[in-house]
T-cell receptor, first 115, second 112 residues
Framework: DAGVTQSPTHLIKTRGQHVTLRCSPI?????VSWYQQVLGQGPQFIFQ???????GRGNFPDRFSARQFPNYSSELNVNALLLGDSALYLC??????????????FGSGTRLTVV | KQEVTQIPAALSVPEGENLVLNCSFT??????LQWFRQDPGKGLTSLLL?????REQTSGRLNASLDKSSGRSTLYIAASQPGDSATYLC???????????FGSGTRLLVRP
């Protein structure tokens, strides 16, 4: 079975540009969460989507937005990119909103570099 | 506010040594705790998940323990190998929460 897949794997953007990152959850999983991991730090929660609705949002500016599609895949959008947005963006999927007793499964991430 | 701390930030050991990685959290009201491995520039691989009602979990050479009352978890790696070199992250999930709160990780180097 395919795990969590993210695309693209690497991306270079210029300050002020817009970027879209994509995530496909494990088949049957209805929840997708996005995390940002800056070099040398642990991942920070950005968003959770469950059943195509936003269920949680971390402490990130409005430049960050996301959505979930009927097939439960998800997009993370970042507008007006700043140098500080350079990070590894991770997607995690789970069967339910809170994952219950099951572990979260993460994708391999998208490495975004803003120059 | 839940905070998760991992000490040490980096660790270098010779091959074959047994080692312990530490994770502490400030709020004992956790639902579970998960240990991850991360290779440079890669995503997270789940190693062990401990529910709040459990004391430990084992998988191969790995053993994770949980002491909720003291806000601590340890990851024990037996007979370390160079292939164990990676960053190890712990993350806690609060009761009824949907998100994980991560520590900054311990970067492990196992020298041949």
């Amino acid at each position: 079975d395919a795990g969590v897949t993210q695309s693209p794997t690497h991306l270079i953007k210029t300050r002020g540009q817009h970027v879209t990152l994509r995530c496909s959850p494990i088949s049957g999983h209805k929840s997708v969460s996005w995390y940002q991991q800056v070099l040398g730090q642990g991942p920070q929660f950005i968003f959770q989507y469950y059943e195509k609705e936003e269920r949680g949002r971390g402490n990130f500016p409005d430049r960050f937005s996301a959505r979930q599609f009927p097939n439960y895949s998800s997009e993370l959008n970042v507008n007006a990119l700043l140098l500080g947005d350079s990070a590894l963006y991770l997607c995690a999927s789970s069967l339910t909103r809170t994952a219950g007793k099951a572990p979260y499964t993460f994708g391999s991430g998208t490495r975004l570099t803003v120059v | 506010k839940q905070e998760v701390t991992q000490i040490p930030a980096a660790l270098s050991v010779p091959e074959g040594e047994n080692l312990v990685l530490n994770c502490s959290f400030t709020d004992s009201a956790i639902y579970n705790l998960q240990w991850f491995r991360q290779d440079p520039g890669k995503g997270l691989t789940s190693l062990l998940l401990i529910q709040s009602s459990q004391r430990e979990q084992t998988s191969g050479r790995l053993n994770a323990s949980l002491d909720k009352s003291s806000g601590r978890s340890t990851l024990y790696i037996a007979a370390s190998q160079p292939g164990d070199s990676a960053t190890y992250l712990c993350a806690v999930k609060r009761d009824s929460s949907y998100k994980l709160i991560f520590g900054s990780g311990t970067r492990l180097l196992v020298r041949p």
